[in-house]
């Protein structure tokens, strides 16, 4: 089939899930839809074969399934997997959201900045407009104030004709675009600066909130809580952990509590863990800034009260930098305030991905699920394997990476997100930790770490067998694919945010390396006198040339112009974009000349006749 008819075939699928999902009630996105239904399509007990076309009855069983499993409101897979879905297309890296929050910032004062730049104002109520806009523009680009706020307008005039007066619009019309652009920039981050100061000063700042008093109540208050969700959604999945433990050494009863789908619930509140521990991650990163631009911005208001201090002028070349330093820092409050604030949105809108967990597991099931079962941490299991490392003598053509013995160890980029590969493959989808500090296995260029050395030993005497059972488990439960980050196997499901860090490369152990050591051929510095002479004629020779100069004279030649000569200085004008036009052919249609001669012939008289006609077409007729 080819490619624009197998994608039309998959819209219409999507579409007509997603309106019978609306006609039950379901509101579903086209994204959500379309991982269920490469999730259907990949589970082998559904029966679809990816490699011939599908008929028919095969949409329609696809479509079935697929709005089946959208209507599961008490399945924790499906929530799993919504949760993923959001989290991608909601959740970016720091330095990814802070490029799109500055692009989209430019992008909306671009309209206002182009007023300003191309306008050509002459008269003086046009001249007074205009700098009326530049005031509104600097609001805008700062952020720090409304610019219909009538106190904060003036407050900002204020410091704007302190640098740049009214007087100098005319200079600045006679600017290029792109130095009208980069001037505005410049008085914006000025401006700030002196609002700033005044309002460390407690001579202005309207409308300024306190963003370092902000972000010192809102990150310790963000953290508290994630740390709280994270304890609750640990304590939860150690819980699952420990009755799935005690499902493996009893398969009896796991038939019993397969209705209850413990294994879907485990999945669902490791892969909230990990989400939680993500945006943690940012948050305490952020910690780390703010801290560090409030000891900056700090310095540099104690350095510019010394600058200004009981001087009626400064030179603009001393405070100017300080200012402009001071909106940069001021502009990194912002950033990290509207960071602050989607990470917790994000935080707040992962709590409804977790509600099947009270329908399912009520108090009193969970407890009598959990008679005479003893419920460990990930660090409790970690601590009880500390002693029982692996032999690498045991193993000649495998390789295995210890902390003592590899640069770069807590950064490796391990297998199934760090959980034990062999207990997930051998029992029915248990996740357990892996324990880095017993060994790391290093497999064609991929590492792997195990629960025990037991199981270390287990999947090192046949990898390939236990790396394909995990792939097959991850087709039944789709969830899987990107809770153990298995987008290389399964690529079409490679989520969004995963896509552009495609070419990322990740820095690699160095455990081994060549290396070679040289001695200097000249340990010490050599004392040879290059100057010096054995040969006493020689030594004749040079006294004479000495004695010789002794007697020379030496001439210097002066005039009236050069007698006064002294060092001079120039000034010319920086190089400056221009423009020119070339010659360009060009053609216009002229008429052609029609001219007829009569009479030629001659006739009854002797004397011809010859008659002109003139009938060519006049210009205008063309």
């Given at each position: 089939m080819?490619l624009?008819?197998?994608?039309?075939?998959?819209?219409?699928?999507?579409?007509e899930?997603?309106q019978?999902?609306a006609?039950?009630?379901?509101?579903?996105?086209?994204t959500?839809?379309?991982?269920?239904?490469?999730?259907?399509?990949?589970?082998?007990?559904?029966?679809?074969?990816?490699?011939?076309?599908?008929?028919?009855?095969?949409?329609?069983?696809?479509?079935?399934?697929?709005?089946?499993r959208l209507?599961?409101?008490?399945?924790?897979?499906?929530?799993?997997i919504?949760?993923?879905?959001?989290?991608d297309?909601?959740y970016?890296?720091?330095?990814d959201?802070?490029?799109?929050?500055?692009?989209?910032?430019?992008?909306?004062?671009?309209?206002?900045?182009?007023?300003i730049?191309?306008?050509?104002?002459?008269?003086?109520?046009?001249?007074?407009?205009?700098y009326?806009?530049?005031v509104?523009?600097?609001?805008?680009?700062s952020?720090?104030?409304?610019p219909?706020?009538?106190?904060?307008v003036?407050?900002?005039?204020?410091?704007?004709?302190?640098?740049?007066?009214?007087?100098?619009?005319?200079?600045?019309?006679?600017?290029?675009?792109?130095?009208?652009?980069?001037?505005?920039?410049?008085?914006?981050?000025?401006?700030?600066?002196?609002?700033?100061?005044?309002?460390?000063?407690?001579?202005?700042?309207?409308?300024?909130?306190?963003?370092?008093?902000?972000?010192?109540?809102?990150?310790?208050a963000?953290?508290?809580?994630?740390?709280?969700?994270l304890?609750?959604?640990?304590?939860?999945?150690?819980?699952?952990?420990?009755?799935?433990?005690?499902?493996?050494?009893?398969?009896?009863?796991?038939?019993?509590?397969q209705?209850?789908?413990?294994?879907?619930?485990?999945?669902?509140?490791?892969?909230?863990?990990?989400?939680?521990?993500?945006?943690?991650?940012?948050?305490?990163?952020?910690?780390?800034?703010?801290?560090?631009?409030?000891?900056?911005?700090?310095?540099?208001?104690?350095?510019?009260?010394?600058?200004?201090?009981?001087?009626t002028?400064?030179?603009?070349?001393?405070?100017?930098?300080?200012?402009?330093?001071?909106?940069?820092?001021?502009?990194?409050?912002?950033d990290?305030?509207v960071?602050?604030?989607?990470?917790?949105?994000?935080?707040?809108?992962?709590?409804p991905?977790?509600?099947?967990?009270?329908?399912?597991?009520?108090?009193?099931v969970?407890?009598?699920?959990?008679?005479?079962?003893?419920?460990?941490?990930?660090a409790?299991?970690?601590?009880?394997?500390?002693?029982?490392?692996?032999?690498?003598?045991?193993?000649?053509k495998?390789?295995?990476?210890f902390p003592?013995?590899?640069?770069?160890?807590?950064?490796?980029?391990?297998q199934?997100?760090?959980f034990?590969?062999?207990?997930?493959?051998?029992?029915?989808?248990?996740?357990?930790?892996?324990?880095?500090?017993?060994?790391?296995?290093?497999?064609?260029e991929?590492?792997y770490?195990?629960?025990?050395?037991?199981?270390?030993?287990?999947?090192?005497?046949?990898?390939?067998?236990y790396?394909?059972?995990?792939?097959?488990?991850?087709k039944?439960?789709?969830?899987?694919?990107?809770?153990?980050?298995?987008h290389?196997?399964?690529?079409?499901?490679i989520?969004?945010?995963?896509m552009?860090?495609?070419?990322?490369?990740?820095?690699?152990?160095?455990?081994?390396?060549?290396?070679?050591?040289?001695t200097?051929?000249?340990?010490?510095?050599?004392?040879?006198?290059?100057?010096?002479?054995?040969?006493?004629?020689e030594?004749?020779?040079?006294?004479?040339?000495?004695?010789?100069?002794?007697?020379?004279?030496?001439?210097?030649?002066?005039?009236?112009?050069?007698?006064m000569?002294?060092?001079?200085?120039?000034?010319?004008?920086?190089?400056?974009?221009?423009?020119?036009?070339?010659?360009?052919?060009?053609g216009?249609?002229?008429?052609?000349?029609?001219?007829?001669?009569?009479?030629?012939?001659?006739?009854?008289?002797?004397?011809?006749?010859?008659?002109?006609?003139d009938?060519t077409?006049?210009v205008?007729?063309?």
């Amino acid at each position: 089939m080819p490619l624009t008819q197998a994608e039309s075939v998959i819209k219409n699928i999507i579409r007509e899930i997603g309106q019978e999902c609306a006609a039950s009630g379901e509101v579903v996105s086209e994204t959500l839809i379309a991982f269920m239904v490469k999730a259907v399509v990949l589970d082998p007990s559904n029966g679809f074969n990816i490699d011939r076309t599908l008929m028919k009855s095969d949409v329609q069983k696809l479509v079935k399934l697929c709005v089946t499993r959208l209507l599961d409101s008490k399945n924790p897979s499906l929530d799993t997997i919504k949760m993923q879905v959001y989290f991608d297309m909601n959740y970016t890296s720091r330095e990814d959201f802070l490029e799109e929050h500055h692009r989209v910032l430019e992008s909306r004062l671009s309209s206002v900045s182009r007023e300003i730049t191309d306008n050509r104002a002459r008269a003086r109520e046009e001249l007074e407009s205009l700098y009326r806009k530049i005031v509104s523009y600097v609001l805008l680009r700062s952020g720090l104030g409304s610019p219909t706020d009538i106190k904060i307008v003036r407050e900002a005039t204020a410091a704007l004709q302190s640098v740049f007066p009214q007087a100098e619009l005319g200079t600045f019309l006679t600017l290029s675009k792109k130095d009208k652009e980069r001037q505005l920039k410049e008085l914006t981050m000025i401006v700030t600066g002196i609002r700033l100061f005044n309002r460390n000063c407690g001579k202005g700042g309207e409308g300024i909130d306190d963003l370092p008093a902000i972000l010192h109540e809102a990150i310790p208050a963000t953290t508290q809580y994630i740390d709280s969700q994270l304890q609750i959604a640990q304590d939860l999945l150690y819980r699952y952990t420990a009755i799935l433990e005690k499902v493996t050494k009893n398969p009896l009863l796991g038939k019993e509590l397969q209705q209850y789908m413990i294994k879907e619930a485990l999945y669902n509140m490791r892969q909230y863990e990990i989400f939680l521990q993500i945006i943690l991650s940012d948050i305490l990163t952020c910690a780390q800034e703010v801290e560090m631009m409030m000891k900056q911005l700090a310095a540099q208001l104690e350095q510019l009260k010394l600058t200004v201090k009981s001087k009626t002028a400064v030179p603009t070349s001393q405070v100017f930098p300080i200012f402009m330093a001071l909106a940069n820092l001021w502009t990194s409050f912002q950033d990290e305030t509207v960071l602050i604030s989607i990470l917790s949105n994000l935080t707040t809108h992962l709590e409804p991905f977790l509600g099947a967990h009270d329908i399912l597991f009520p108090e009193k099931v969970m407890q009598d699920l959990l008679d005479d079962v003893t419920v460990k941490t990930d660090a409790s299991r970690i601590q009880e394997q500390m002693d029982y490392k692996v032999r690498a003598s045991d193993f000649k053509k495998l390789e295995w990476l210890f902390p003592e013995t590899t640069a770069n160890f807590d950064k490796l980029l391990i297998q199934y997100r760090g959980f034990c590969g062999y207990t997930f493959a051998t029992t029915d989808g248990l996740l357990l930790p892996g324990n880095p500090t017993i060994g790391i296995l290093k497999y064609k260029e991929k590492y792997y770490t195990f629960s025990t050395r037991d199981a270390a030993y287990s999947f090192a005497e046949n990898p390939e067998n236990y790396i394909d059972l995990i792939k097959e488990k991850a087709k039944k439960n789709a969830e899987l694919i990107q809770l153990l980050e298995l987008h290389q196997q399964f690529e079409t499901l490679i989520p969004c945010s995963q896509m552009r860090d495609v070419d990322k490369h990740y820095v690699k152990p160095i455990t081994k390396c060549e290396s070679g050591t040289q001695t200097d051929t000249h340990i010490l510095q050599p004392t040879i006198v290059q100057s010096y002479e054995w040969n006493e004629w020689e030594l004749r020779r040079k006294a004479i040339k000495l004695a010789n100069l002794r007697q020379k004279i030496t001439h210097s030649v002066q005039t009236d112009l050069s007698h006064m000569r002294r060092e001079n200085c120039s000034q010319v004008y920086p190089a400056k974009d221009a423009n020119t036009q070339t010659m360009r052919q060009d053609g216009t249609q002229v008429p052609r000349p029609q001219i007829y001669l009569a009479g030629l012939r001659g006739g009854p008289s002797k004397v011809t006749h010859e008659v002109k006609v003139d009938l060519t077409r006049a210009v205008d007729e063309t």
